[in-house]
């Protein structure tokens, strides 16, 4: 059975609100080294006090200062342990990379703030712990690969941001990453082309995943592919903000998308969110394939606030209780589908990803199935895919 398009209409399930269209409070640039909020309003840091063991190894209290002056300059990789971190010196020059098995490094966060710098190579690191003060991200610069990262907790300070462009150029490459309950988007990702693959964005607030091409030729192309986007909880507003709108996928400037192979979940009733997938700027092209949309709140599956939009449809499928209205498509329509829906520690291969802020994974929803393909996207066509699957061979380190 299809499911009708209604273009750009307010009429959904019986139950759902109007379209709203939330100030977009992350547009104005705004410094790192910002004043301290007040302390954190949804309850006790749950970091383990400095010179303790922690709660999952109660042994190891390393301090990880030693390796990462060594990443400076130099490619270095960190043995498997738990390690105390007091938040900055996460500087990947070069390469950075976690020893062992997906999820065998861990930095306890028990001071400072959550702050790195990407300029080559980070791969196989979680961060545990929410951020303590001021502003909290890994600024990603043009080039830079994130191949694996997982921060579960994030963190509810009005500039918190796991992972975000300070300026456009060369294509960025994210994979294999979780980031959960930031205040102030998940990854704001939206200066350059990025590519992002097997990677899961849970419960952030503005925006769970943000892309765009801010700074770069408007004929770009990002990829989003294998990838999780889910509201299962109310998420972190901030201490100064007062807003809820946790939208989904954010595409804020002209260009090229691609979405391919990913999931869109919203099972959060309450949820004010502009929309799952939500077109905020002019002459988008974004096209989605063999992606599967559920959508239990009033939110619509794709809401259009700009000009000159459009979608393409292809194998997508969408189901839930909630709101089922869409905007700006060009061609290509819904199936009623009930499929499979991974955990996020299945897309991206960290058991810590289940763990995330306001994620439950028991819930019924998730866990049945969703196989991640071994070489995603090598079934589009060299005509479709040819020129980013160029793009994202030659980023591999």
């Known amino acids: 059975m299809l499911i009708s398009i209604a273009v750009a209409s307010t009429v959904g399930i019986a139950g759902c609100g109007s379209d709203g269209d939330s100030k977009d409070v992350t547009d104005e640039s705004t410094d790192r080294n910002g004043v301290s909020t007040d302390s954190e309003t949804d309850g006790p840091s749950d970091t383990p006090p400095e010179g303790e063991g922690t709660e999952n190894d109660p042994g190891q209290v390393d301090d990880i200062d030693v390796f990462l002056r060594e990443a400076n300059g130099d490619e270095v990789t960190i043995p498997p342990g738990t390690y105390e971190w007091r938040g900055t010196g996460l500087t990947a020059n070069s390469k950075i990379v976690g020893g062992g098995d997906q999820g065998d490094v861990v930095l306890e966060l028990v001071s400072g703030t959550m702050d790195g710098t990407v300029h080559g190579t980070l791969e196989n690191i979680v961060v545990r712990g929410r951020n303590l003060e001021s502003k909290a991200g890994i600024d990603f610069h043009p080039g830079g690969v994130i191949d694996g990262f997982c921060w579960p907790e994030g963190g509810n300070r009005d500039q918190d941001r796991a992972i975000y462009h300070p300026t456009g150029g060369e294509r960025t490459v994210i ?11 998940g990854a704001y990702v939206d200066k350059a082309p990025v590519t992002v693959e097997r990677s899961a964005f849970l419960n952030n607030n503005i925006a769970n995943l943000r892309v765009g091409h801010a700074d770069v030729d408007t004929t770009s192309k990002s990829v989003i592919r294998n990838t999780l986007i889910a509201v299962t909880s109310s998420p972190r507003v901030g201490v100064d903000a007062s ?9 804020r400037h002209p260009g090229q998308f691609v979405i391919e192979n990913c999931w869109l979940v919203f099972t959060e009733d309450g949820s004010s969110a502009d929309g799952l997938v939500e077109l905020r700027g002019d002459d988008i092209e974004a096209e989605f394939r063999n992606t599967h949309f559920y959508n239990d709140s009033e939110a619509p599956l794709i809401a259009n606030i700009g000009s000159n939009n459009s979608v393409t449809l292809t194998d997508c499928t969408a189901t839930g209780c909630g709101r089922m209205s869409t905007a700006a498509i060009d061609s290509g329509s819904f199936t009623e589908s009930d499929a499979p829906v991974p955990l996020p520690s299945t897309v991206t291969s960290f058991p810590q990803a289940d763990e995330s802020y306001g994620f439950d994974a028991s819930n019924e929803i998730f866990g049945a199935g969703g196989e991640i393909p071994e070489h995603p996207g090598e079934n589009v066509s060299s005509e479709q895919g040819g020129n980013y699957e160029s793009e994202i061979e030659h980023r591999e380190l």
């Open 243 to 251: 807003t809820q709108n946790p939208v989904g996928l954010r595409i």
């Open 175 to 185: 994979r294999d990453t979780c980031v959960a309950g930031l205040a102030n988007n």
